[in-house]
């Protein structure tokens, strides 16, 4: 680990030289261009008289300018690399000079055969931290026009991004159509309608589909887009429901005549699947919760392999509502399974029930005093193992950061995973006596026992560096999205901050006390000189006088 953090600051020393190096010979060359093509002076550094004649003709207006102008233009830099770092995390000129400038001066050639296996490592690396980057459906998802539409008409604010609504309506046209809807006319209008941008021609067209025919899929849009509360929505389920069966019980009989029929029965069974998915979770929020958990225990047993819903996580939060302890855990053991991909309600509810065992006694000076039980342990290692899976939600259930709505679409161990989670599960912390308590006293020890996260992790693979990207996507513009780990400020906004303030301070003094300004100018310019004056001198005694004023005169 120390190699890793000396090799960080090696490249980063490498890339401050890079720049600097870069900067300064930019100047002089601007300088340089200065001084010989617009001044026409004859660059005899020998001759001190040229020099001396040039610097007196420089007028403190010269030097208000000059300093004025090098003001404006780090200003200039420094607002767009500001705003670089803000969009893309990264400072622009350090990303420059690092691929392009720093190969030049001899950088680390990564295609080398020493770096093979480092090479490997990485791609391995880089293939986990995609894969744990994709974008997962939202379990827990609002309905559209009952909640996410009220939400606007109340605060004029979007909720839902372009890319969230996209990710939907590729789910939609997923789940809810195949190649054989063109031979019943309604499916036919479905499918286009499920490609529709504009919500209201969706609508329009689901209205015509049920023209035609009971069509389920039109009745899902409709409850999900048009119905303005959860009981009007609950009402379209039924009937959707009602016409989802018959079309199921059809093509399940009809299932292995051709591949045609057998994609038929794969749709109608999504079909079905959501919609009695759904219709648990309007009771739920209806206040049935009883009948919501029993609705999702017979939907988990008739159709065990549709994984990709994620419907133990409904029924986890159902269950939490209920305090039915007992059966969490039943579920827990279950689903927090090392082969199947975590969540973070499956670790935070994990850390829930050990932390429920201990917090209403649990007192942190007790604790210095006579140190950890093995119960506490358990509860603290619990909640060490949610952190580092998702160190987003408890600054959200700490109510340290203010909650939104949670998308339509999460990222796993990201920020909208977390807002996802603390917007259903806040409540069920706050039930147990002490266990925000314990967590605001223990959560932060987590990243001790990270000492490099973006590069090795503890329980689980490192942290991803993808995240912020995908949930800037995700979440809305007037949500500040949570970053980790906390980006500092790249040496490059700072150094370019410095640098305009520097010459702004400088062309404020040369204009309040131009005859001081120059003396000081003067002398520096003449200490700037110096050195090349004496280069000059010993480069004249040793070349032949001839060949020194032919190159003058050219």
């Known amino acids: 680990m120390a190699d890793n953090n000396g090799t960080g600051l090696l490249e980063q020393l490498k890339s401050c030289i890079v720049w600097c190096w870069a900067y300064f010979w930019t100047v002089w060359f601007f300088v340089m261009l200065f001084l010989v093509n617009i001044l026409r002076l004859p660059f005899r550094y020998n001759d001190s008289t040229a020099v001396s004649m040039f610097l007196n003709t420089l007028t403190p207006k010269f030097y208000v300018a000059l300093t004025g102008t090098s003001s404006l233009i780090s200003g200039l830099i420094l607002i767009f690399e500001w705003w670089y770092f803000r969009k893309y995390g990264t400072s622009f000129i350090e990303q420059v000079s690092v691929s ?16 093979s296996n480092t090479s490997n490592g990485d791609a391995d690396s880089n293939r986990q931290s995609v894969s ?77 589909a049920l023209e035609l025919e009971d069509c389920a899929t039109a009745y899902i849009l409709l409850a999900e887009e048009e119905a303005t509360t959860i009981v009007e929505a609950e009402k379209l389920f039924k009937q959707a429901l009602k016409a989802g069966e018959g079309c199921y019980r059809r093509s399940q009989q009809l299932q292995h005549h051709g591949s045609q029929y057998e994609a038929q029965h794969r749709r109608d069974t999504n079909v079905l699947v959501y919609i009695k998915r759904r219709l648990a979770m309007c009771s739920r929020k209806l206040g049935r919760t009883r009948e919501a958990v029993k609705m999702m225990r017979d939907l988990m047993k008739e159709f065990p392999l549709l994984s990709m819903f994620n419907i133990h996580e409904n029924l986890l ?9 007992a059966d969490v855990q039943a579920v827990l053991a279950k689903y927090d399974d090392i082969s199947l991909p975590k969540s973070a309600t499956i670790c935070y509810t994990a850390a829930l029930l050990k932390a429920r065992a201990v917090s209403d006694k649990f007192s942190p000076e007790a604790a210095s005093r006579r140190g950890l039980s093995t119960a506490e342990m358990n509860a603290v290692e619990a909640i060490h193992r949610a952190v580092e899976f998702n160190p987003h939600v408890p600054k959200y259930l700490l109510e340290m950061k203010s909650l939104i709505l949670p998308p339509e679409h999460i990222l796993k161990r990201g920020d909208s995973e977390a807002i996802a989670y ?133």
């Open 100 to 115: 392009h400038l720093r190969p030049l001066l001899g950088g680390v050639d990564n295609s080398s055969p020493s770096n």
């Open 132 to 208: 744990e980057c994709k974008v997962w459906r939202n379990p827990l998802n609002l309905f559209r026009g009952a909640e996410y539409n009220r939400y606007t008409w109340v605060t004029g604010r979007e909720p839902l991004t372009y890319y969230d609504m996209n990710l939907s309506a590729q789910d939609h046209q997923t789940f809810f159509t195949c190649d054989s809807d063109h031979l019943r006319p309604a499916d036919a209008i479905m499918q286009k309608a499920w490609r529709e941008r504009n919500p209201q021609a969706r609508i329009s067209a689901a209205h015509e």
């Open 317 to 325: 939060e159902s269950l939490l509502e209920l305090q039915n302890y």
């Open 422 to 554: 603390a917007f259903f599960h806040l409540q069920h912390w706050k039930r147990v006596e002490g266990a925000l308590n314990l967590l605001h006293c223990t959560w932060e020890g987590t990243f001790r026992m990270i000492p490099y996260p973006l590069e090795k992790g503890h329980l689980f693979y490192p942290y991803p560096i993808c995240t912020e990207t995908a949930d800037r996507e995700l979440l809305p513009m007037f949500h500040e999205v949570s970053v980790y780990p906390k980006k500092e400020l790249p040496f490059f906004i700072l150094f370019t901050a410095g640098l305009c303030s520097f010459t702004a301070m400088l062309a404020l003094l040369t204009h309040q006390f131009p005859e001081l300004m120059g003396v000081f100018a003067k002398a520096f310019l003449s200490t700037l000189f110096a050195p090349l004056n004496f280069i000059m001198e010993k480069v004249e005694s040793i070349l032949p006088s001839s060949l020194w004023h032919q190159l003058t005169r050219i």
